[in-house]
């Protein structure tokens, strides 16, 4: 029985010796191949590493580029907007240009016809200064509010003077009045020009008897009398008192005088058209005078 286990012994034994022999000629065998492998592994992921340093790198300069690139571009548009701004101000600018109130007002009377002097009714109307001289005003108004020969007062802010019509127009409703002296005011119009139809004009009169009413419109076209004479039509209220006022272009050029109006009823003023001396007539009416 001895023996027998001895024998298992030595047989585990030597089986065990065998094994752990196996064992180092396996480990010794595959160690290198794994260690080789395994620094081959390294060097791949170095190598990626530094591919993935160098992509990067790449993409940062490219993104950069592109930033610079957009950035530059974003400037150009920046100036072209500033531009577009700039030329839509100007046509804004353009569009709401108009003559003020301070200029249309300064170059504006009040003119009265009063009965004290003479046994008819009297009126008002309204006319404007073309032509200022040390010895005298000139006042350009209607026919109808400054007929030939009458003595015309004229009423400037708080002053009061009187004007004698020296001139009136055989076709057109055109009057000029001449003041001795000047009259309290520094400018006359600026220069006479003509319009054309959708043009704006403005214009200062004495609306119903109020003083220095502003209004504005539109040219909308000719119209013609029994006689021939053609005048021009303004989409602009008018009403009595209001005859004989300039008619003014954006720049503050005269280019008529209102002569008439009409409207629906004599407060509707929705579809109120005033009928315009044109700037044609006035420039042959003034010759001699400008």
């Not at 022999?21 to 260690?35: E, G, H, K």
């Not at 590493?49 to 993409?59: G, I, Q, R």
């Amino acid at each position: 029985m001895k023996k027998f286990i001895e024998g298992v012994i030595e047989v585990i034994y030597y089986t065990l010796i065998t094994c752990v022999i196996i064992a180092l000629m396996f480990v010794c065998t595959l160690a290198p191949r794994i260690y080789f492998e395994t620094q081959e592994i390294n060097n791949k992921i170095e190598e990626m590493e530094s591919t993935n340093a160098t992509l990067m790198s790449s993409l940062i300069s490219i993104r950069k580029d592109d930033i610079a690139k957009i950035n530059i571009e974003v400037e150009k548009l920046k100036d072209v907007i500033k531009d577009e701004q700039i030329y839509v101000d100007n046509i804004l600018e353009e569009i709401n240009r108009k003559p003020s109130y301070e200029y249309l007002s300064s170059v504006t009377v009040r003119l009265e016809y009063h009965p004290k002097i003479y046994e008819d009714y009297g009126w008002i109307g309204t006319g404007s200064i073309v032509k200022i001289t040390d010895d005298y005003t000139y006042i350009l108004t209607n026919k109808h509010v400054a007929p030939m020969g009458k003595v015309m007062f004229v009423v400037k802010g708080e002053e009061e003077y009187r004007g004698i019509v020296v001139k009136n127009d055989k076709n057109f409703d055109l009057s000029l009045v001449q003041v001795v002296g000047k009259i309290p005011t520094k400018i006359a119009i600026k220069k006479i020009d003509s319009v054309n139809p959708t043009d704006m004009v403005y214009s200062v009169g004495m609306y119903r008897g109020l003083d220095f009413i502003y209004t504005q419109g539109t040219v909308a076209g000719e119209y013609t009398d029994s006689e021939g004479n053609h005048s021009d039509i303004a989409n602009m209220p008018c009403a009595g008192g209001c005859s004989g006022s300039g008619v003014f272009d954006k720049d503050g050029s005269l280019v008529a005088v209102v002569h008439a109006g009409f409207r629906d009823g004599y407060f509707a003023m929705d579809n109120a058209k005033s009928i315009l001396v044109p700037s044609e007539a006035i420039k042959k009416f003034l010759e001699g005078i400008l």
